[in-house]
């Protein structure tokens, strides 16, 4: 199983901490609906997992270099097509990663961060610690990283994300945070850093 993984994924960047693979079976011809409206367009997995960005989003992407970041997903993915697997009992969906790639906080990190405003470090002291706090971090993270990369402001790069390019930021099980199309990441549903760290920041 993992050679298959590694086959598909060949620049997975943690591959050593892999204990567990579990491939998803999903048929082709299955349509991603449901969760916020996703998939309006009704393309099939089939098309989704060899096409993650659709002409009808890549045709009014006006900034080339957004432009070439979703050139750059679509490409990967469209001879062998993306396979969906489970890593440590956690989706992983790096062969569907739009760049830039940011490195996820560590616990003792989301720790340092959290601190550094004075209504987070006060959940973090009495151990109320919530999502939206945690993902206001990471999603800032690769906010700021696009607005570096692309040549925009944050408020632009937040746009892109959401509304451009229709995705969504995640944070993967191999460590990093990136941007992934919205069809995928609320069609697999999940909640696996945000719920590791909760659980160690608020014990």
């Known amino acids: 199983m993992k050679s298959l993984f590694i086959k598909s994924n060949p620049d997975y960047p943690n591959s050593s901490a ?9 048929s082709d011809n299955d349509i991603p609906a449901g969760n916020g409206g996703i ?14 960005i659709i002409p009808e989003l890549l045709d009014k992407i006006k900034n080339p270099k957004v432009h ?12 062998s097509g993306f396979e969906m697997f489970k890593v440590n009992g956690e989706y992983c969906f790096w062969g ?6 940011v490195k996820t906080p560590s616990l003792a990190e989301l720790k340092q961060l959290l601190t550094a405003n004075v209504h987070t470090a006060m959940a973090l002291n009495n151990k109320q610690v919530s999502p939206p706090m945690i993902r206001d971090i990471t999603y800032n993270l690769l906010r700021e ?4 990369v692309c040549g925009v402001s944050f408020k632009e790069a ?27 990441h609320n069609w697999f549903r999940h909640d696996g850093y945000v719920k590791q760290m909760l659980a160690e920041l608020n014990r």
């Open 39 to 52: 998939n309006r367009e009704q393309y099939s997995y089939g098309q989704l997992r060899h096409q993650p």
């Open 158 to 184: 937040s746009h892109i994300i959401g509304n451009v390019l229709d995705c969504a930021p995640h944070e993967d099980p191999c460590g990093y945070i990136f941007m992934v199309p919205n069809w995928a």
């Open 18 to 26: 892999i204990l567990h693979l579990e491939s998803c079976v999903v």
């Open 145 to 148: 990283e696009l607005a570096r």
């Open 68 to 79: 070439a970041l979703a050139l750059d997903c679509n490409a990967r993915n469209q001879f």
């Open 96 to 101: 569907l990663r739009l760049a830039p790639v």
